[in-house]
Nanobody
Framework: QVQLVESGGGLVQSGGSLRLSCEVS????????VAWFRQTTVKEREFIAA????????DYADSLKGRFTISLDNAKNTVWLQINNLEAEDTARYYC????????????????WGQGTQVTVSS
């Protein structure tokens, strides 16, 4: 049974930082890629970043690269998303997702999803 559980969201002022966590169970990092997405009520689910099983291969959305950093902790079976210099536009529910093999940028490509964690940025 595959399970992904996000945590770390909250209310943060503009300019602040958050580190989101995705705890993964029921899969092998050596054969899976994990990605972060976000979604609002007015936007479709948006790709943020993805990481390979060894933590060395990453892919970032062009518009977000620089403020967002994805990393993986094999010992804890956890994927992290560091967000710096938060902006009001970053307000969304953040999801982690997993799939077999290669990194992808589209939500429909992913097999497993967590329930998300809400990030709200205030001015």
């Amino acid at each position: 049974q595959v399970q992904l559980v996000e945590s770390g969201g909250g209310l943060v002022q503009s300019g602040g930082s958050l580190r989101l966590s995705c705890e993964v169970s029921g899969l092998t990092f050596s054969t899976y890629a994990v990605a972060w997405f976000r979604q609002t009520t007015v936007k479709e689910r948006e790709f943020i970043a993805a990481i390979g099983w060894d933590g060395r291969v990453t892919d970032y959305a062009d518009s977000l690269k620089g403020r967002f950093t994805i990393s993986l902790d094999n010992a804890k079976n956890t994927v992290w998303l560091q967000i710096n210099n938060l902006e009001a536009e970053d307000t969304a529910r953040y999801y982690c997702a997993a799939r077999k093999n290669h990194l992808k940028r589209y939500a429909f490509e992913y097999h497993y999803w967590g329930q998300g964690t809400q990030v709200t940025v205030s001015s």
